[in-house]
């Protein structure tokens, strides 16, 4: 079946430098795309989402980006902090397949000092 | 503000015994309830969801079952456990069908030797 999937398993980024995490999509169908940040032994937490008729959406710090013609995702944070080491997930939401989100495998994002 | 709790929060059990896990919500009502597994590693799989009291969807066939038998309790139990079934099992809830924001719980990290 289709699926949502991440380029890069880890990344490791400098504290202060900004994060690129990719995200590929093979449903063309979906209605959001939703990033989530999952902390180690905690559960996910919603970032930010973004319509699939949009190419960009910003929030505080994050700032998402669509690219429907290569089915490409993106999150970039701006000024990693220590804080944003985590796991980040893409989803996918569609609303006629009742709400459920279908999850990629994440990306490990390690901010060093 | 909502609040959702899970437990336990960890759980160690031999092969071939039961398993209850549960999920409570406060603060709203009438949520949509979710229950995911995640493999170490690995994206969340949606196990079950439940649109209301007695309403159950199963995403894939598995050796698990659930339960929600108040508006705001969501129940995973197995009768008998296999090694494959351990995993970070997450809850999550929405306000609506369709709502695309989801909110999880802090999980329960169940190893079955």
């Known amino acids: 079946g289709e699926s949502v999937g991440l380029h890069l398993p880890t990344l490791s980024v400098q504290e202060g430098d900004n994060s690129i995490i990719n995200c590929a999509y093979s449903n063309s169908a979906s209605d959001y795309f939703i990033w989530y940040k999952q902390e180690s032994g905690k559960g996910p937490q919603f970032i930010i989402d973004i319509r699939s008729n949009m190419d960009k959406r910003q929030g505080q710090r994050v700032t998402v980006l669509l690219n429907k013609t290569v089915k490409h995702l993106s999150l970039q944070i701006a000024a990693t902090q220590p804080g944003d080491s985590a796991v980040y997930f893409c989803a996918e939401f569609r609303t006629d397949s009742w709400g459920k989100l279908q999850f990629g495998s994440g990306t490990q994002v390690v901010v060093t000092p | 503000s909502q609040t959702i709790h899970q437990w336990p929060a960890t759980l160690v059990q031999p092969v071939g015994s039961p398993l209850s896990l549960e999920c409570t919500v406060e603060g709203t009502s009438n949520p949509n309830l979710y229950w995911y597994r995640q493999a170490a590693g690995r994206g969340l799989q949606l196990l079950f969801y439940s649109v209301g009291i007695g309403q159950i969807s199963s995403e894939v066939p598995q050796n698990l079952s659930a339960s929600r038998p108040q508006d705001r309790q969501f129940i995973l139990s197995s009768k008998k456990l296999l090694l494959s079934d351990s995993g970070f099992y997450l809850c999550?809830?929405?306000?609506?069908?369709?709502?695309?924001?989801?909110?999880f719980g802090p999980g329960t990290r169940l190893t079955v030797l």
């Open positions: 999550a809830w929405s306000r609506l069908a369709g709502e695309r924001e989801q909110f």
